[in-house]
């Protein structure tokens, strides 16, 4: 990705990451430039959760992490939040026994720690996202179907006016129908000016949103470019997205 300093919001050099003495990412190079979306694609195992686990700070690793001019090297996860980084995990870890209207309250921690004035009219815009949270949002989150939840933990993120999105499988498990509404909504979020980090298996999916794309296989990138000219690399195509046509 050509780009001028200036206009990055991440920037991620030699990023070796894993779990104990089992290293998972050897070396990972990427960038994403402030609102924009760029997708991580690759097969069970290559390493994107990982990725996104280091750069939240949930995992130690090794390399140089810059978000907004900054260096991560010794920036706390709690800190990572507070400088307008947040991580929707696959497992969406909502707090099952709490209301929609209380999980995305929660949300809004970062906001509440920055004083910011009215934060918590920033659960309309959320609504305005998710018509469907608005008419549920009394119900408890433990209830939700599975594309609710998807919604509730994308809007709970949201609720702390994140910089940096970084969604971790979110078409995991769901229908068709709401694959394609998550999706839909993720492409909006460009409007809003908030860069997005996309992690994801449905390739064809994740392409068809994104501005820029790496391919990560066995920890490594290798692949990378404009996510329109990865969709039509014969490479992706016979591996991740087959010769059918959506």
Not at 17 to 25: F, H, N, S
Not at 182 to 193: A, N
Not at 213 to 238: N, W
Request: glycine residues 10%; without cysteine; hydrophobic residues 40%.
């Amino acid at each position: 990705m050509s780009t001028s300093p200036n206009s990055l919001i991440l920037d991620v050099q030699a990023l070796s990451a894993g779990y104990g003495k089992a290293e998972v990412l050897h070396g990972v190079s990427l960038q994403a430039k402030k609102g924009s979306i760029v997708t991580v694609i690759g097969p069970n195992g290559a390493g994107k959760s990982t990725l996104l686990n280091s750069l939240m700070g949930v995992l130690p690793a090794k390399g140089g992490v810059v978000f907004n001019g900054e260096s991560l090297s010794s920036v706390s996860l709690e800190d990572r939040v507070m400088m307008g980084i947040a991580l929707v995990p696959e497992k969406r870890e909502l707090f099952g026994t709490m209301t929609i209207e209380d999980n995305l309250l929660l949300g809004g921690f970062r906001q509440q720690r920055l004083k910011a004035s009215h934060w918590r009219d920033h659960m309309d815009d959320v609504f305005a996202l998710f018509p469907r949270l608005k008419e549920r949002r009394h119900q408890i989150a433990g209830t939700l179907s599975g594309g609710e939840r998807q919604m509730l933990a994308v809007g709970r993120a949201l609720m702390s006016r994140p910089s940096l999105l970084m969604l971790d499988e979110p078409s995991l498990g769901l229908a068709p129908l709401i694959v394609k509404e998550i999706f839909q909504t993720i492409s909006t979020l460009r409007e809003t000016g908030v860069t997005t980090l996309l992690v994801e298996q449905n390739a064809r999916a994740a392409l068809e949103v994104a501005d820029y794309g790496y391919v990560i296989e066995m920890g490594e990138v290798v692949l990378q470019g404009e996510a329109k000219d990865l969709a039509t690399d014969s490479r992706v195509i016979d591996t991740y997205l087959g010769t059918a046509k959506k």
